[in-house]
């Protein structure tokens, strides 16, 4: 049942908008599928509730959707404990990790994108509790050389993965990339060349199944050069409300 205190006095209206949504994202995902001759089934699709309201992911839980990203680890952890009854919810963690976040991470989502540092992957190893499966780590890759932004070098992506790999309480799965917005044969371009780390990883000998790339924007271009998860926040839930100060962010 909805909390109408969560997502605004016309629930009704919201939990049929948000439907409406994730019906054009997965119908948006499976034509770009059928136009690159894959099946949609290899492609999964990451809901980005960062700045949304817990009722925005009943609203979409309620119409199916069951992975959800968070880029602000307090706001997610709030988010998870005020949707606990949802068991069947998978969180991820997909901002830049700070050493000050890693045991919140660790004990309480199920994935985190944003490892680009091997003393972030050290912190979440020791940190994940005992008793609960290992915590599903994409390496972020800085694909297309921002000087600002967060993510490994793709030439020192093979050294990190490895040490990643080895690490107790981990599961390396795969590699995550945010270029910045661009037109589309750049995009693509972009997309490519995180495809052809991907695949010299796998080469490598590690066991990844996860290319964590597109967004609202470009999911088409992302799948078309195979990405395997596509996060979509945007196209979802609307434009996101300003993110509220927190103590603990």
């Given at each position: ?186 995009m693509r371009a972009q997309h490519a060349r995180a495809r052809q780390l991907f695949d010299a990883l796998r080469q490598a000998g590690l066991p990844l199944d996860t290319l964590s790339m ?36």
């Amino acid at each position: 049942m909805l909390d109408k205190s969560l997502i605004g006095n016309d629930c009704h209206v919201e939990t049929q908008t948000i439907a409406l949504n994730l019906q054009s994202v997965r119908s948006r995902i499976a034509a770009a599928c059928a136009q690159a001759g894959r099946d949609a089934a290899t492609v999964t699709l990451l809901a980005v509730s960062k700045n949304q309201p817990a009722g925005a992911v009943r609203a979409a839980h309620a119409a199916g959707q069951r992975a959800f990203g968070e880029n602000y680890v307090q706001e997610g952890v709030d988010k998870i404990a005020a949707l606990a009854d949802l068991p069947d919810l998978e969180w991820h963690c997909i901002g830049p990790l700070q050493s000050n976040k890693t045991r919140l991470v660790a004990e309480h989502f199920d994935w985190a994108h944003g490892v680009d540092r091997l003393k972030i992957a050290e912190r979440l190893s020791a940190q994940r509790p005992v008793g609960k499966p290992p915590l599903n780590v994409c390496i972020q890759i800085n694909i297309d050389g921002g000087s600002s932004k967060s993510g490994v070098a793709p030439a020192d992506a093979p050294a990190l993965a490895q040490a990643v790999h080895g690490l107790p309480g981990l599961r390396l799965r795969g590699i995550m990339t945010l270029p910045d917005p661009a037109p589309e044969p750049e995009m693509r371009a972009q997309h490519a060349r995180a495809r052809q780390l991907f695949d010299a990883l796998r080469q490598a000998g590690l066991p990844l199944d996860t290319l964590s790339m597109g967004m609202s924007a470009d999911l088409e271009a992302a799948i078309a050069e195979g990405a395997t998860l596509v996060r979509v926040g945007t196209a979802i839930f609307g434009a996101r409300t300003p993110k509220a100060a927190h103590p603990a962010d």
